[in-house]
């Protein structure tokens, strides 16, 4: 599976480490950005690892900036883009399941790399489910200015 990954100045080193991780898992890991500590502009990753997933280029994204919620804001902005914030293996394994999420938002300064990975481990491993959320989710794609 190849996903893409984008962090903001406050996550640069998190992302190095993630894509490592995820490198070590055999996934193929496409960098968006940012490439290091200077100030920069989370939604700018967040909209090329939408635009990466939206086209296909990637199957899914991983954000990740200071507390995650900016990246995960800003990644909802692009209609089929499903990104969420978790903050526990659990989150994560219910946002596959039930919302089919196909961008995780994760915050380097509220999480540690051992609760990333385990986050990204049970959501890269679950399968959406379907059925009755199949419903749901045909309800916020139909309407996705509310």
């Known amino acids: 599976m190849k996903i893409s990954i984008g962090s903001d100045h406050a996550a640069f080193s ?10 070590s898992l055999a996934f193929e890991v496409v960098d968006t950005g940012c490439h ?8 700018d990753f967040a909209a090329q690892v939408a635009r990466s997933v939206l086209s296909g280029e990637t ?25 969420a914030l978790c903050y526990t293996p659990e989150l994560a394994q219910l ?6 999420a196909n961008v995780l938002c994760l915050g380097a300064r509220t999480q ?11 959501w890269m491993d679950t399968e959406w489910e379907g059925d009755r959320h ?3 989710l045909e309800k916020i794609e139909s309407n996705p200015r509310g």
């Open 59 to 83: 199957e899914r994204g991983i954000l990740i900036c200071g507390t995650g919620i900016g990246m995960s804001i800003a990644a909802n902005r692009y209609p089929g883009i499903r990104a």
């Open 36 to 43: 290091g500590t200077d100030s920069c502009d989370y939604p």
């Open 95 to 100: 946002s596959r399941a039930h919302n089919d």
């Open 134 to 136: 199949a419903r749901r």
């Open 112 to 122: 540690t790399l051992a609760d990333m990975k385990a986050i990204i481990t049970v």
């Open 14 to 23: 998190a992302k190095q480490e993630i894509s490592d991780f995820l490198g």
